[in-house]
């Protein structure tokens, strides 16, 4: 059985380890190639955009995918619908792996927001020293706040310089630890943290940290996911996978 693995997270990883060398089934594992240092898996892997819909719709073909799994991002929201859309048009299953998001906890000193320009807004006019760890690609929304000083930690630079008047940018990838981030924060005198709510254990630390600090965190909403159902747990997404191998019969591998 064919299985096109949809990844760039740390559960997409985590599947790829549990599909490497599993019988009956041929795995392949794709990256955006967002990140210039890619972690090569232990299956088979492919980097690079497939061209919109018609493009991943004709690899699903081409390649005789029997079974599509969406472990991307949970805001990697355009390349989840393309993969709702190619999945039904050629008649694969579609099963999608992603984390479940970030409850708020007593003491936790939570302002939700539904995106980055509701999250710059949400900061106030007072100056204040952000720590804005949302990624690299959104981060030109808050150049509409630019009263406020910016901590921006990226896992790689990002493509252009911030158009932010007053910021420095950090690198780091996750999982960050509690005693690190309580440091930073208050190294740094930060106010306010801005976060995407993406789940998962690598980045939760920092909003342990801000708890513990008082510090408030504007939190910026999912995207609305696909409809269907959702697992967490890539062990799950492996046991649906050799449930699939047993009753399926492949296209071709
Ligand atoms: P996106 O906006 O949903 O997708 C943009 C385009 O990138 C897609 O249309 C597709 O190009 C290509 N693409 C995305 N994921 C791909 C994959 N796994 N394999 C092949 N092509 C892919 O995605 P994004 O937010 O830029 O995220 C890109 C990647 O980084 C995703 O794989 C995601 O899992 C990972 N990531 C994202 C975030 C985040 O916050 N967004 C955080 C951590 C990791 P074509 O239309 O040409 O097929």
């Keep these: 059985m064919r299985v096109l693995v949809l990844g760039g997270t740390f559960e997409a990883s985590k599947l790829a380890d549990l599909l490497a060398g599993q019988s009956g089934i041929s795995p392949i594992l794709s990256f955006a190639g967002r990140t210039t240092a890619i972690r090569p898996p232990q299956i088979p892997y492919r980097i690079g955009g497939f061209g919109g819909v018609d493009g991943l719709s004709a690899y699903l073909e081409a390649e005789n995918i029997d079974v599509l799994v969406d472990a991307t991002h949970p805001f990697a929201g355009q390349i989840s619908r393309h993969a709702a859309i190619a999945a039904a048009g050629v008649n694969i299953p579609l099963i999608v792996l992603s984390r479940p998001a970030w409850v708020a906890q007593p003491g936790d000193q939570r302002i939700e927001v539904a995106d980055m320009a509701a999250a710059a807004a949400a900061l106030g006019r007072e100056p204040k020293?952000?720590?804005?760890?949302?990624?690299?690609?959104?981060?030109?929304?808050?150049?509409?706040?630019?009263?406020?000083?910016?901590?921006?930690?990226?896992?790689?630079?990002?493509?252009?310089?911030?158009?932010?008047?007053?910021?420095?940018?950090?690198?780091?990838?996750?999982?960050?630890a509690f005693e690190a981030e309580e440091k930073l924060l208050r190294e740094e005198s930060i106010d306010v943290v801005v976060s995407k709510n993406s789940g998962g254990e690598a980045a939760f630390a920092k909003l342990v940290a801000a708890r513990h600090l008082g510090l408030p965190v504007v939190m910026v909403a999912r995207p609305r996911q696909a409809a269907g159902p959702v697992l967490h747990d890539p062990a799950e997404v492996m046991a649906l996978l050799l449930h699939h191998c047993s009753t399926l019969t492949p296209r071709g591998v």
């Excluded at 990624?135 to 921006?152: D, E, T, V």
């Design 129 to 176: 020293r952000v720590f804005l760890t949302i990624g690299r690609l959104q981060i030109g929304a808050f150049s509409a706040a630019p009263q406020h000083f910016y901590l921006i930690r990226t896992i790689e630079s990002p493509a252009f310089p911030p158009g932010l008047p007053r910021h420095r940018v950090i690198h780091g990838r996750g999982p960050f």
